[in-house]
């Protein structure tokens, strides 16, 4: 697979994520404010590029969107500074961390990972990349949106997240060695809510772009349109 940012393309290596990262979702899922980023992992496999088919996963019963900020890394690092962490930024873009969230509420009350609920496949439909250029891009103050069949369902400002940019780079790079080609979804903004078979998604910011999916039943086209980046 190969992604795109600008003109030029990468080879993802991995996709992080961070759950509960602004305070309006965590309350209305009902859970508690995280002390550190909590992350948990996509499989590459799982990314969906732009206007490729996407379909309703074959379990679980209520499919939520959640819009969230995405960045790529240009460069090895581990324990990145926050003063430099937007140094390793290689391009910015939006996508939807896909959940199954009566599967994940049923995972933690088990206290069970959270795969099954979150990484399933074609859970990470992800947009184009923007080459990241400080003077054009305030990753610190970007607005973004979700909308389902035209209605908007969520609105985000990176300003607020619990945990900004600078701090989940910091972090991730003390656990892991950051690499060119990680991907990072950095939390999503309150207003998720379900998806069902028929309805259109568009997630758009003014500074990176605008992405669109449409759900289809699980089987209902005879064919898999699968984009190449
Ligand atoms: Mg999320």
């Known amino acids: 697979m190969q992604i795109l940012i600008d003109q030029q393309s990468f080879t993802p290596n991995r996709v992080f994520c961070i759950g509960k990262n602004y305070g309006e979702h965590v309350k209305e899922l009902g859970g508690k404010t995280p002390e550190e980023p ?17 379909f309703m996963p074959r379990h679980g019963n209520l499919l939520h969107h959640e819009v969230e900020v995405v960045l790529s890394i240009s460069r090895e690092g581990q324990d990145i500074p926050q003063a430099n962490a937007l140094s390793f930024i290689a391009g910015v873009s939006l996508g939807l961390d896909l959940t199954l969230r009566d599967v994940q509420v049923r995972l933690k009350k088990s206290g069970l990972p ?62 892991w060695t950051l690499r060119p080609g990680d991907i990072i979804f950095t939390g999503t903004p309150a207003g998720v809510g379900p998806l069902k078979a028929g309805d259109r998604v568009d997630i758009e910011s003014p500074d990176i772009g605008l992405f669109s999916w449409t759900l289809f039943t699980f089987g209902e086209i005879g064919y898999f349109y699968r984009r190449v980046f």
């Not at 948990?40 to 088919?53: Q, R």
């Open 38 to 54: 909590v992350v948990f992992m996509k499989p590459v496999s799982s990314i969906v590029a732009p206007g490729e088919s996407l």
């Open 114 to 175: 959270w795969e099954l609920s979150k990484s399933f496949e074609q859970s990470a439909p992800l947009g184009l990349f923007k080459a990241y250029n400080p003077d054009s891009i305030d990753l610190e103050n970007l607005s973004f949106t979700c909308s389902v069949n035209g209605k908007l369902r969520q609105q985000g400002k990176t300003r607020d997240m619990i945990f900004p940019i600078k701090n989940l780079i910091h972090t991730l790079s003390g656990w």
